[in-house]
């Protein structure tokens, strides 16, 4: 109500109060396809999309025309009917996530990957499980001959791939991520002669990283049990690695213009000896832009040598940082430890971490972990070394030995930084902090393991 200047008063209509069925009037049925496939699509679900069907004849079977199918949470059997139903191919997105609750059969996973090859997607997503004890039976993968990314995520199922008689498998494919099944990566990428990033977690039937590729860029495989990695790349520029060896293990890497590589390999030490008491568990290589970090973990345990570990290593580009996890059972290091400097002569900074041991057996005489004896006169070229930290220093005499040999063979060195064990010998760590104090152009810290600053003056 408004009053006016003549004070008079306007009283305002209220409009009519609606019964919340409006008129009756369906005025959506009557917009073209087109616009009502636009609302199906924002549905996002093939399945909600196919009960508009009950709104009126008008939408019944409109789904099936849609240019991106998904489905979520349907079984099986209703899965495999509902796609025999769509009319339309050419899709620009297939995308399939069935539950773990069901369990496809070799023979439904093949039915399903060739009604997706006949929809011919742009873009194809499939999540299905298979049942463990199905693994050895093969799965044929179909042509995809207009799909240019590909995800299959196809648990405990072994993917196969027939001898295509004419052209490749994925002749346009340029993204591909395969997860949880049997695969062979190198006949796989041999079907791909367009692929540009190619991802593998949790496959099996790997054997043998091989890649032989012009056109990969981006390569990430994780979590696998792999013989070897043979990869020849001159496109490559990322390449990420998580993987397991139990056995002997092979290394050819080419890749000239990669930028960014992270590797985490474990080993099982009884096969990976880098000399005859020290042996390999694990491996952590990554290069970026300014850093190419060498990361091993290396205990002292007896096992069968592979001369050629540290070789394969070095077909890396040069490394400028080294990080070295030992687990040394009190044996000494710096023969060990300089035989790995001498095959990485580039390294800027070097860091020790001492894994401390519960139980430690005495050193025998003569114990091969000092041999080859004359380590601590044979010089190498440690030209760029400037930065040295230990981490569980125990001033033991091998120790002062290492840094000695240290300042003869790294004329550029800037920084010591050393951090004590609890039973550090004051005698030994005395005399290394003298040694240190000698050299007016080093700085040099010694620490605690609570991280207080000690001096020995």
């Not at 796609?83 to 050419?90: I, P, S």
């Not at 580009?317 to 001498?342: E, I």
Request: aromatic content about 8%; overall charge positive; proline content about 5%.
């Amino acid at each position: 109500m408004e009053e006016l200047r003549s004070g008079r008063r306007l009283v305002s209509q209220r409009p009519p109060r609606s019964d919340g069925h409006g008129d009756g009037i369906d005025r959506i049925s009557g917009l073209p396809d087109d616009l009502l496939l636009g609302v199906l699509a924002r549905l996002r679900c093939a399945r909600a999309a196919a009960h508009t069907s009950l709104l009126s004849r008008r939408w019944r079977g409109l789904w099936r025309q849609l240019p991106e199918l998904t489905f979520r949470k349907v079984a099986p059997d209703a899965l495999l009917a509902a796609l025999a139903q769509v009319a339309r191919t050419e899709l620009s997105l297939l995308d399939i996530d069935v539950h773990e609750g069901h369990r496809f059969s070799p023979s439904g996973v093949a039915a399903l990957l060739r009604i997706a090859a006949r929809l011919a997607p742009s873009e194809l997503r499939l999540i299905v499980w298979g049942l463990s004890e199905d693994r050895e039976t093969a799965v044929e993968v179909p042509r995809f001959h207009r799909t240019t990314s590909i995800k299959l995520c196809v648990w405990n199922l072994y993917l196969a791939l027939p001898d295509y008689k004419q052209g490749s498998a994925f002749p346009v494919l340029e993204r591909l991520s395969v997860e949880g099944c049997v695969v062979n990566v190198g006949a796989l990428i041999l079907q791909c002669p367009q692929l540009r990033v190619l991802e593998v977690c949790s496959c099996s039937g790997v054997g043998t990283l091989r890649v032989r590729s012009t056109t990969i860029e981006n390569l990430d495989v994780q979590d696998v049990w792999l013989g070897g990695v043979d990869i020849v790349a001159p496109a490559l520029k990322r390449f990420t690695l998580s993987s397991y060896s139990d056995c002997s293990f092979s290394l050819s890497f080419s890749a000239p213009i990669v930028k960014n590589l992270y590797w985490s390999c474990g080993f099982d030490p009884s096969f990976h000896g880098i000399s005859e008491l020290w042996s390999m568990s694990g491996m952590h290589v990554e290069l970026k832009e300014r850093v190419n970090l060498l990361c091993l973990d290396i205990d002292a345990q007896e096992s069968k040598k592979d001369a050629n570990l540290m070789q394969k290593i070095a077909q890396f580009p040069d490394f400028s940082a080294m990080k070295l996890y030992l687990a040394t059972s009190g044996h000494a290091y710096g023969a060990m430890v300089f035989n790995l400097l001498g095959l990485c002569t580039a390294i800027k900074t070097l860091k020790i971490v001492m894994r401390q041991l519960q139980f430690r057996k005495p050193c025998p005489p003569f114990c091969p972990c000092d041999q080859p004896d004359n380590w601590r006169s044979e010089i190498i070229s440690l030209d760029f070394l400037e930065e040295v930290e230990i981490e569980g220093f125990q001033g033991a005499v091998y120790e002062v030995d290492f840094f000695k040999h240290i300042f003869r063979c790294a004329p550029m060195l800037k920084v010591i930084i050393i951090r004590l064990s609890d039973e550090a010998s004051r005698k030994g760590c005395k005399k290394i902090y003298h040694m240190f104090k000698a050299c007016p152009s080093l700085k040099w810290y010694f620490y605690r393991n609570c991280g207080e600053q000690v001096s020995y003056a």
